[in-house]
């Protein structure tokens, strides 16, 4: 079974940079397409950005676009999520996800309901 670990995840300033790592174990990560999500308080998860498993296609949803860049590194079988201009309506717990079968695309970034693998979640605040 495939297991998922965030990390990266704390406090920053408005403006700053934060990257966030999805470690997988017990599968390759290169079969699996990937993702990642936020939930704020109160609020419904968001789906952020994927990525295919041949890292050819990408989708980010428009309040991250152009601040917001997920990447992989199947050697090190880890996801990253590199934040910039993080905004304080950025702050939620993001979570990673994977799926065997999903191709990325808006509405897979979307629903969560769609994905079989997720970690646990690491917290982001943004604030001063």
């Known amino acids: 079974q495939l297991q998922l670990v965030e990390s990266g995840g704390g406090l920053v300033q408005p403006g700053g940079s934060l990257r966030l790592s999805c470690a997988a174990s017990?599968?390759?990560?290169?079969?699996?397409?990937i993702g990642w999500f936020r939930q704020a308080p109160g609020q419904e998860r968001e789906g952020v950005s994927c990525m295919d498993r041949n890292a050819d296609n990408t989708d980010y949803a428009d309040s991250v676009k152009g601040r917001f860049t997920i990447s992989r590194d199947n050697a090190k079988n880890t996801v990253y999520l590199q934040m910039r201009s993080l905004k304080p309506e950025d702050t939620a717990v993001y979570y990673c996800a994977a799926d065997l079968q999903l191709v990325c695309d808006s509405v897979a970034r979307r629903f969560g309901e769609f994905w079989t693998d997720w970690g646990q979640g690491t917290q982001v605040t943004v604030s001063s």
């Open positions: 017990g599968f390759p990560l290169d079969y699996y397409t």
